[in-house]
């Protein structure tokens, strides 16, 4: 492989690997100083990346841990996108204890049951 396709700009990076719809999404993350390579801040969207490097970055109300495994030569698929990296950030956790609009949906019958209950006051 050569000195070339060995990095690639992070910008264009992100966004091959379908975190961002656009690249002046990504680049914009990028120079808002919201992503981290390596746990160092990073400044502009022209910083390359290579493979091994860790980075941090906000997406919605999640932080994102990634790990690159493969520096792509384009935009592809989702299954292409997904076997350039390894996902290291924990899961984000179902709360029933959210309102329904942050939770993602209608109530399951279950979830509506244990929500009467504790309206009575039957469980805490």
């Given at each position: 492989m050569?000195?070339?396709?060995?990095?690639?700009?992070?910008?264009?990076?992100?966004?091959?690997?379908?975190?961002?719809?656009?690249?002046?999404?990504?680049?914009k993350?990028?120079?808002?100083?919201?992503?981290?390579?390596?746990?160092?801040?990073?400044?502009?969207?022209?910083?390359?990346?290579?493979?091994?490097?860790?980075?941090?970055?906000?997406?919605?109300?999640?932080?994102?841990?990634?790990?690159?495994?493969?520096i792509?030569?384009?935009?592809?698929p989702a299954?292409?996108?997904?076997?350039?990296?390894?996902?290291?950030?924990?899961?984000?956790?179902?709360d029933?204890?959210?309102?329904?609009?942050?939770?993602?949906?209608?109530?399951?019958?279950?979830?509506?049951?244990?929500?009467?209950?504790?309206?009575?006051?039957?469980?805490?």
């Open positions: 050569s000195e070339a396709a060995a990095k690639l700009r992070a910008d264009k990076w992100l966004w091959q690997a379908r975190f961002f719809k656009t690249r002046s999404l990504s680049a993350l990028i120079t808002g100083s919201h992503l981290r390579v390596n746990s160092d801040k990073v400044f502009k969207a022209s910083t390359t990346v290579k493979v091994g490097d860790v980075l941090t970055f906000p997406q919605g109300n999640h932080i994102r841990v990634i790990q690159i495994d493969g792509g030569t384009r935009r592809g299954s292409e996108a997904q076997t350039l990296y390894t996902d290291l950030s924990p899961p984000e956790p179902r029933l204890g959210k309102p329904l609009a942050e939770r993602g949906g209608r109530p399951s019958k279950a979830e509506r049951r244990i929500g009467q209950q504790i309206k009575r006051g039957e469980i805490e």
